[in-house]
């Protein structure tokens, strides 16, 4: 079973659709018990850091989701939580990665936020597996995790390269949307699903 994090943060129903698209079961729960049982955890989120980690600490969620030992992925605003710090109301984050979320500079030479398409760089990572780099994806997004160790996959906006996709251990992040990026975002949730789960 998959379970979806319920916390009251946006996007849910797209990804819960495109998961019923590739016949998966999944399952909307904020229950600890579901969460650390389930084969699978993805963590969605479209909203703001601040509210969402006061959301997450009020549902008891915080501890729950650093103890997660199955893979693990967050998508967009759920993979900036993952990080430590976000600029975004100045908010102490999960501290499973050790980045820091900013905003875009204000001198950025295209709109903020980012919205739309845009191409994905990567070398080699099993949630990519099939997809060739060069491949595009669809962002929407004011603050983003500079590139780092655990960068997979970085995307370029105008003269600023930042992370798109990052991974340690059993822990992932996109930060564009997958359910939202066609062909190239159901084969990059389709090797999510595919991963080998500890037992």
Same mark, same amino acid.
């Given at each position: /079973? ?15 659709? +495109? ?6 079961? +999944?399952? !909307? ?7 650390? %049982? ?13 509210? +969402? /980690?006061?959301? !997450? ?21 759920? /993979?900036?939580? /993952? ?9 102490? !984050? ?7 979320? %900013?905003?875009?500079? %204000? ?20 949630? #990519? ?23 997979? +996959? ?7 390269? #930042?992370?798109?996709?990052?991974? @340690? ?10 359910? @939202? ?11 999510? !699903? ?6």
């Amino acid at each position: /079973m998959i379970a979806v994090v319920d916390y009251n943060a946006g996007n849910i129903r797209s990804v819960l659709c +495109a998961l019923e698209r590739l016949g998966a079961k +999944a399952e !909307l729960t904020c229950e600890r018990d579901k969460i650390l %049982s389930a084969d699978r955890v993805i963590f969605p989120g479209v909203g703001q850091a601040e509210s +969402a /980690m006061a959301e !997450l600490e009020k549902r008891g969620l915080v501890e729950t989701l650093r103890q997660v030992k199955r893979p693990f992925l967050g998508i967009c605003l759920g /993979m900036q939580l /993952m990080n430590a710090f976000s600029e975004e109301g100045d908010v102490n !984050l999960l501290s499973l990665f050790d980045n820091r979320v %900013s905003l875009f500079p %204000s001198d950025l030479g295209f709109k903020i936020p980012h919205v739309g398409w845009n191409s994905i760089s990567f070398n080699t990572s099993p949630l #990519f597996e099939g997809i060739e780099s060069g491949s595009y994806v669809y962002y929407v997004h004011s603050y983003y995790v500079p590139l780092s160790s655990s960068t997979i +996959a970085s995307t370029d906006y105008d003269n600023l390269t #930042f992370t798109a996709s990052m991974a @340690k251990d059993n822990f992932f992040g996109c930060q564009f949307h997958p359910e @939202k990026s066609g062909e190239v975002g159901e084969r990059i949730l389709k090797n999510f !699903l595919s991963l080998e789960v500890e037992k």
